[in-house]
């Protein structure tokens, strides 16, 4: 079609151009000219206009042909596809029809099994009825024979059994005695021999010295002028010393001597040696106090951790974190009663490896509770509560294993002991600090402590007895329990022990156990 219209355009062209020039022109001849050039041209055109319709029935039949072809192809795949869907219903339809006859067997297997189980339900129950029936009778003849004895003995079935069970009880009873007596005899006797053999071995084994070393807390002086240059101008020297290392130092009348007064021993031994190392120097001023208190600090650091590693190497002990190394280094400048707990520690490291080898059991774990029983003491200044929780506490915080923490917490009684690791520190704590010489608390003042202490736990209404036990650290106060009820029994066990707070003076903590208990008594006239 467009060719046609191209056609019919380039005729209307040639026309106009002809008549235009006819126009211009003006001649005859032109005119005549120009109509046969015309009709040349409109014959062109005709032609052209037949060639393109020709050409345009072609394109029509060939588009014809190609929609034919292409629905063709479309009812063929068609057709496939249908084919393919037919097919798979077919196979579906076959697996369901499979499917339910696999369902309609198992549901007459099933309806089998239920008939045969009714049978049997219906034949256990004749059972169970016949051999009720056989019970009864048999009861029946069991309560005629019984009749009978009785009639015959002259004495009831319940008094014939309590006869015999009373005979056979009393005489039971007394033969259990003998032997539990005996047995208890013996085993006391054994346990006693056998235990003091043990620690009597390990005491024998393990010498160590009775008094060990405690931090120095007083400075020697070469001479009295020296006071006056720690004091410095206008006491600038002091109050940079004392900035430095936390520790106050009192300069009296002592002659030729400065007292450190500190809280934390640490802190208190780097002020003594720096101070010592001062007096040597001669050069006492804020810029060289702080540059000999640094790095004396970093000494004391690197000696924490050099004697923890010594302990270690010393007990044989492996596996142990590093931040418990340094802890177990600082004991050696903590002391109680005048023992230092490092010497302490060690001693009871190696008392418990040696009762634990006499018992048969694990030499190193034994060692390895010894010797951090009282960590907690390296931090028992910094964190509130008894040592031995709190050294409970930074052995699990440090990974030491669950037998090792028991043994640490339970080592005073704090928690109640589930095996016989705590036991075993208990008794070679005791023997480390009952020796003569370990401690340095006079005789006389301990029993005034104990009996001040037992005097308090008397002066509360309602307390019966009270007695202090394990060298001060519990006392145990027995009460009225008509005057005193459960809760008010709490309440004294608080105001006993605020009342110890506020009036003595002792080291660690001590334990208030109130008792009480309900009696019941009738007498028999």
């Known amino acids: 079609m467009s060719t046609v219209l191209i056609a019919v355009l380039a005729a209307l062209a ?11 022109s003006g001649k005859r001849t032109t005119l005549d000219k120009a109509r046969a050039d015309a009709r040349v041209e409109a014959e062109k055109a005709a032609e052209i206009l037949q060639n393109s319709r ?5 394109i029509l039949k060939e588009a014809a042909l190609q929609a034919k072809d292409h629905l063709l192809q479309v009812k063929i795949d068609f057709e496939k596809e249908t084919r393919d869907r037919k097919n798979e219903l077919s196979q579906l339809e076959k697996r369901l029809l499979q499917k339910e006859d696999q369902l309609d067997r198992k549901t007459e297997q099933v309806e089998a099994r239920a008939a045969e189980y009714t049978k049997k339900d219906r034949e256990i129950a004749e059972q169970e009825r016949k051999l009720e029936a ?5 009861d029946a003849r069991v309560a005629a024979s019984r009749v009978e004895l009785e009639r015959v003995a002259g004495l009831s079935a319940e008094q014939a059994k309590a006869e015999i069970v009373e005979l056979i009880s009393d005489e039971a009873k007394l033969e259990a005695g003998k032997k539990i007596r005996v047995m208890d005899e013996e085993f006391k006797e054994e346990a006693t021999q056998k235990g003091r053999k043990m620690i009597s071995l390990a005491v024998q084994r393990y010498a160590a010295d009775y008094v060990a070393e405690h931090v120095v807390s007083a400075v020697p002086l070469p001479s009295e002028e020296m006071k006056g240059r720690i004091i410095g101008r206008e006491g600038r020297n002091i109050r940079a010393f004392e900035a430095a290392t936390g520790i106050d130092v009192i300069i009296d009348d002592t002659p030729e001597a400065v007292i450190l007064s500190g809280f934390n021993p640490i802190r208190r031994e780097i002020a003594r040696i ?4 001062l007096l040597q120097d001669g050069r006492i001023h804020p810029a060289r106090i702080e540059e000999t208190v640094e790095k004396v600090a970093k000494e004391v650091e690197e000696t924490i951790r050099e004697a923890g590693e010594q302990a270690l190497f010393d007990l044989g002990i492996h596996g142990v974190h590093a931040d ?4 177990i280094g600082r004991l050696k400048y903590r002391t109680s ?3 230092n707990i490092y010497t302490h520690s060690l001693e009871v490291a190696f008392l418990c490896g040696m009762i634990a080898s006499e018992l048969g059991l694990n030499a190193k774990i034994a060692k390895r509770a010894g010797l951090l029983h009282d960590i907690g003491k390296a931090v028992d200044h910094e964190v509130e509560g008894p040592h031995a929780l709190i050294g409970a506490d930074l052995a699990r915080k440090y990974g030491e294993p669950a037998k090792i923490v028991h043994a640490i917490g339970a080592h005073h009684e704090d928690e109640s002991p589930k095996d016989i690791l705590p036991i075993l520190v208990q008794a070679a704590d005791a023997l480390s600090g009952a020796r003569p010489g370990a401690r340095r ?17 008397k002066s509360f209404a309602g307390v019966e007895k009270s007695y202090a036990i394990q060298a001060g650290r519990e006392i145990r106060i027995i009460v009225d329990y008509q005057k005193i009820g459960d809760d008010a029994a709490t309440i004294l066990a608080r105001d006993i022990a605020k009342k110890i707070e506020k009036n003595l003076s002792y080291p660690g903590q001590i334990r208030v156990t109130v008792i009480r208990e309900t009696r019941a008594i009738e007498y028999a006239r």
Not at 14 to 24: E, P
Not at 54 to 58: I, P
Not at 134 to 138: G, I, T
């Open 441 to 457: 608390e006079m005789l006389a003042n301990y029993l005034k402590r104990l009996e001040d202490l037992e005097a308090i736990a």
């Open 324 to 327: 418990l190394v340094k802890l």
């Open 337 to 339: 009663y005048g023992q």
């Open 134 to 138: 056989a019970q009864a009778d048999l």
């Open 54 to 58: 020709k050409e345009a029935a072609n």
């Open 274 to 277: 720096s101070l010592t190392r």
């Open 14 to 24: 040639v026309g106009l151009g002809v008549y235009v020039a006819f126009l211009l």
